[in-house]
C-alpha cells in the first residue's frame, strides 16, 4: 500500500471554488477511474488557510500511475476543470508526496 498526500495551495479567496469542485465534480471523476480517497483537510493551524489536503491509497505504483493518467487524460474531467476556472485561477501550487507505512504502521 502506498498513500500519496496532495497539498493544493490555492489562490487567495479561491479555497471556496476548489471545496465546490470537489464535492460537485471531481470526487465523481474519482469514483469513476478507481481512486481511492482516504480523506480530505483544511488546515486549521499553520502557514496557510488557502490549503485543501487529501490523501489517496494506492496498491503500488503502477496501479496509481494508470489510474491518475486515466484521470487526468479523461476528456469530461478536462472540460467540467476548465469551466471551473473561466473566471480565474483557483490552484497556485500542488504538493505531493508519496508514503509507504513502516512495518509498525497500523494502516498497512
Not at 3 to 22: D, K, S
Not at 44 to 60: F, K, R
Not at 77 to 82: G, P, S, T, Y
Amino acid at each position: 500500500m502506498i498513500i500519496e498526500t496532495r497539498i493544493y495551495h490555492c489562490l487567495p479567496g479561491r479555497l471556496p471554488a476548489l471545496h465546490e469542485r470537489f464535492s460537485g465534480t471531481t470526487l465523481d471523476f474519482f469514483k469513476k477511474h478507481g481512486i481511492r480517497a482516504v480523506g480530505f483537510w483544511t488546515t486549521l493551524v499553520g502557514p496557510s488557510n488557502h490549503a485543501l489536503t487529501y490523501m489517496l491509497e494506492w496498491e503500488n505504483m503502477e496501479e496509481r500511475e494508470r489510474k491518475w493518467n486515466a484521470f487526468q487524460a479523461d476528456p469530461e474531467w478536462i472540460a467540467k476543470r476548465a469551466a471551473s476556472e473561466a473566471e480565474k485561477a483557483i490552484v497556485e501550487r500542488i504538493e505531493n508526496m508519496f508514503l509507504a507505512p513502516t512495518d509498525y504502521s497500523p494502516m498497512r
